[in-house]
């Protein structure tokens, strides 16, 4: 079972604004078939992606019910070497026209292709919860035409090696699994961007992460015993 934080509880026991639910790529996501699936696109999730060559894109699906508005964004981690490094995004899905992209898209599908190489001055963006910093390259509020099954994904044009990061969705909303899974993910997150070694997690995560599961538990107990 799974019990919803609301955003408000998170800032107040944190003392800090909550942010994407984070998921880390081993890279099997690379085609259509094997693609990382959400299930409600519109809460907040990133997948942080480690580039190899042009064989290893990033792939993400999901499916709507009615046409909506998407937030979609495209970073990377701030690492000195990937100061020049730009990837591409292309959002595949029913109602688009036929899209330019190094991969056959899934039958019937056109699509929205976000490319980054002429972007000089990204946009720096520091994450308090995790004490790490991104070069956002793409912000984009995209309309999805339809219902049915869409895809993003991220790549380098020319198959370079390294880093990015994509994100979906605005909604935030974060259940107990996630809180308890936040030491192990956030050690992830900060070894992606590189963090010095030794740098620990922000010293409010564990108590704050206790005092959160506390709270479900607690929810958890109050609907229950209202059903008897």
Not at 17 to 30: E, F, I, N, R, Y
Not at 125 to 133: K, Q
Request: with cysteine; hydrophobic share 45%; proline share 9%.
């Amino acid at each position: 079972m799974r019990y919803v934080i609301s955003p408000l509880a998170v800032v107040f026991l944190c003392g800090v604004a909550t942010g994407h639910q984070p998921t880390m790529s081993d890279g099997s996501a690379a085609d259509a078939d094997n693609a990382i699936e959400f299930q409600d696109v519109q809460i907040s999730r990133v997948v942080y992606h480690e580039v190899a060559d042009a064989d290893s894109p990033l792939w993400i699906t999901f499916e709507v019910d009615r046409p909506q508005t998407l937030r979609v964004q495209l970073g990377l981690p701030k690492v000195d070497r990937l100061i020049d490094y730009r990837p591409s995004l292309v959002l595949l899905g029913p109602g688009w026209p036929p899209v330019d992209a190094p991969f056959l898209p899934p039958d019937g599908l056109g699509g929205l292709r976000l490319d980054t190489d002429g972007l000089t001055d990204p946009e720096v963006f520091h994450e308090p919860f995790s004490g790490t910093t991104s070069w956002i390259l793409v912000t984009e509020d995209v309309e999805l035409p339809a219902a049915g099954r869409y895809y993003v994904v991220a790549f380098h044009p020319n198959g370079e090696a390294g880093k990015l990061w994509v994100a979906l969705g605005v909604k935030e909303v974060f259940g107990l699994e996630d809180i308890l899974a936040l030491p192990q993910i956030l050690a992830e997150v900060r070894a992606f961007h590189e963090m010095p070694a030794g740098a620990g997690p922000p010293c409010f995560l564990f108590p704050a992460a206790a005092a959160l599961a506390g709270l479900c538990l607690f929810g958890a107990h109050r609907r229950i015993a209202r059903r008897r």
